[in-house]
């Protein structure tokens, strides 16, 4: 068996990217982003329709994440988006849950902040209603008897 030139190895690379990619555009479709898509213009991030967010996909090992987090930052920024990521192929390979969502810290904190404030907001909205509901419903029975 002859070993394989480094062009058969970089095309089989390439192939096995634009897979991950696809797979990824898949699965976000089905999960609230049906307009999600492949971009495979040089200088954009991977993905189009996946809201105001930079994503950029790889198979690429451990080593190159900071490399791919740059190019998706410069991605980010040409297209005017604040947010921006990296997916990354889990090792395991088992499905698109185990696969890595990687982002900086100084993206990663604004986005957690404002996830606790949206919880907080709706927890409260919702025992605000549950109080009101019941005193309702208790007023309805009164009224009843």
Known sequence: MSERTRQQLGAASQRAGRH??????????????PDASLQTQQGRSDFHGVGPIGLEATISPWSRI?????QAA??????????????????????????????????F???????EELEAATSGGRAE?????EAGFRFGKEQAS
Request: no cysteine.
């Open 20 to 33: 991950y990619m696809l797979s990824l555009t898949e699965w976000f479709r089905p999960r609230g982003k």
């Open 66 to 70: 900071s490399g791919k987090l740059d």
């Open 74 to 107: 410069d991605d980010a920024a040409a297209r005017g988006l604040r947010w921006f990521a990296v997916v990354k192929r889990g090792e395991r390979r088992r499905g698109r849950e185990d696969d890595y969502a990687v982002l900086r810290l100084g993206v």
């Open 109 to 115: 904190w604004p986005l957690w902040t404002r996830l």
């Open 129 to 133: 209603y549950d109080r009101g509901f």
